[in-house]
């Protein structure tokens, strides 16, 4: 079996990269501009998270090979074999799936951020004995949830900081 590479969907990095960039430059305006301090303060609470959870949105990828699945995060990664794989199932909330893989050392949940999330479940469906596989996941697979507007919060965000940024330079 050759590697198959599952990473974050594009559009959902590129849009969390922009709300980051956006809060970078509202942060050096608050220097540039002549901000308070409180108010580098609080820039700096949003953005040093920001900047981190970016690093990890950007990292973040899931690798099958022939022995099993690795995943990579930000400065880590974890390796499941196929064998220690004892329940494939999916949870449902809101706006995000979870697909739940119960191991033998415990549980690991991916989210539906993945791009192509249906292939990498009927992937790791693939290569676990049919009976370890729950019913939703084939459901899953077959009819898949499509959440059209989970961007939105993040465009909304940019929009909000840009407005801030014209404000800051311009009032």
Not at 22 to 41: D, H, I, K, P, T
Not at 49 to 76: A, D, M, T, W
Request: include cysteine; aromatic fraction near 10%.
């Amino acid at each position: 079996m050759e590697n198959k590479v599952y990473a974050i969907r594009k559009l959902l990095a590129v849009s969390f990269g922009v709300d980051v960039l956006l809060l970078c430059v509202l942060f050096a305006l608050s220097f540039l501009v002549g901000g308070s301090s409180l108010e580098r303060m609080i820039l700096a609470v949003f953005l040093i998270p920001s900047l981190y959870v970016f690093c990890e949105l950007y990292s973040r990828k899931i690798i099958l090979h022939s022995q099993g699945i690795r995943l990579e995060k930000f400065l880590r990664s974890k390796e499941l074999k196929w064998s220690d794989i004892t329940n494939v199932g999916i949870l449902a909330l809101h706006s995000r799936t979870y697909l739940l893989l119960t191991t033998v050392k415990g549980f690991v949940s991916i989210s539906n951020t993945y791009e192509n999330f249906t292939d990498l479940l009927q992937d790791i469906s693939g290569h676990v004995d049919p009976d370890k596989v729950e019913e939703e996941v084939r459901r899953q697979m077959s009819d898949p949830q499509v959440h059209r507007f989970e961007n939105l919060k993040i465009w909304i965000a940019a929009l909000v900081l840009l407005i801030l940024i014209l404000f800051r330079l311009f009032h």
